[in-house]
């Protein structure tokens, strides 16, 4: 655990959304399953392993290091910090232990990244509104859509899975013309409505609350679109499973890309290596270009590459010229 209470005692005082320490990708022998975030004000520990004996030990010891830490950070401002544990008795039943351990959280909760701001909850549920690995992911697209902005007819982006709507705010912030919202959670669609109104965004989004699979009329007609997000849960009971849905939006996308568009494919799936998305896109769409992979935030770095978020870059045949 002395990693993590380095870290801990480095810190900077934190401004923006981010991870503190991710013992989960193996880099800190013995520290596995602790993760550290903070979502300002407030820090969230996770411990992605039963509680045993030491559990309690442990969590006093890091809270000591935070008070300290933060004492000098922060001085006379009081330390928030939130406790979960998960482990895959507790993932199974669909249920997380989730403790306040010092201060407050606040309601509504929003924090920024990069100038955009975003609500978040972190008293409940294991999603906590914003991934925070996908930070590169959503600069990437605040990137491509500057850089599409002066386009003729603007950039048109359709936003698959898109939870809270974060890589929409981003789109539109840089110039994107329009960004169509698509996940089949409600709750979900509406953080993503209290999104776009956090950042003074009231026109260009769309909001489907749908289940994508059941949608493709809808979606397609809505094309062609210069830039297709694919973010999907790697596993969710009865909606989506990678390893065999996956592939059911690949063979799509040709269809909705326009000429030079972009497909941003996202897959966070420790078991699956990025060789599972270019064997499929060379079979499904062998049209579509591998332009990169998107780097991860270095805090996320993992001894073997393959187990980290994969966030891959594929361009479409632009128009040929007579």
């Not at 959304?17 to 022998?29: D, K, S, T």
């Not at 989004?205 to 790697?234: M, Q």
């Amino acid at each position: 655990m002395q990693a993590l209470l380095d870290a801990i005692a480095q810190m900077p005082f934190p401004v923006d959304a981010q991870r503190i320490f991710h013992g989960r990708g193996g880099l800190y022998p013995g520290c596995e399953h602790w993760v550290l975030d903070v979502f300002p004000p407030v820090f969230v520990l996770t411990r992605f392993a039963p509680a045993d004996a030491t559990t309690e030990h442990e969590l006093a010891a890091i809270g000591d290091a935070l008070a300290q830490r933060w004492s000098h950070l922060a001085p006379g401002e009081p330390l928030n910090w939130v406790f979960q544990c998960r482990n895959e008795l507790l993932r199974t039943q669909g249920r997380t232990e989730t403790r306040l351990m010092a201060g407050t959280v606040p309601e509504p909760h929003t924090v920024t990244e990069q100038g955009a701001k975003f609500r978040v909850h972190v008293l409940r549920g294991q999603n906590h509104g914003l991934f925070l690995d996908m930070a590169e992911g959503r600069r990437w697209v605040h990137a491509y859509a500057a850089a599409r902005s002066q386009d003729r007819y603007g950039l048109k982006v359709l936003n698959l899975f898109a939870y809270t709507c974060a890589f929409s705010v981003v789109a539109l912030q840089a110039g994107a013309r329009q960004v169509v919202n698509v996940d089949m959670s409600h709750g979900a669609i509406a953080i993503g409505q209290q999104n776009h109104q956090l950042n003074g965004i009231t026109a260009g989004a769309s909001f489907l609350a749908h289940d994508i699979f059941s949608s493709w009329g809808n979606i397609t007609r809505g094309g062609p679109y210069g830039l297709v997000i694919v973010d999907p849960p790697s596993y969710q009971k009865g909606s989506f499973v990678a390893t065999k849905d996956y592939a059911r939006l690949m063979r799509r996308l040709p269809d909705l890309l326009a000429p030079d568009g972009r497909a941003l494919l996202c897959l966070n799936a420790p078991e699956l290596g990025v060789e599972f998305l270019q064997d499929q896109m060379r079979e499904l769409a062998p049209d579509l270009v591998l332009q990169e992979r998107v780097a991860n935030p270095a805090i996320f770095a993992d001894v073997q590459d393959d187990r980290a978020l994969k966030v891959l870059v594929y361009a479409a045949p632009g128009l040929e010229k007579a």
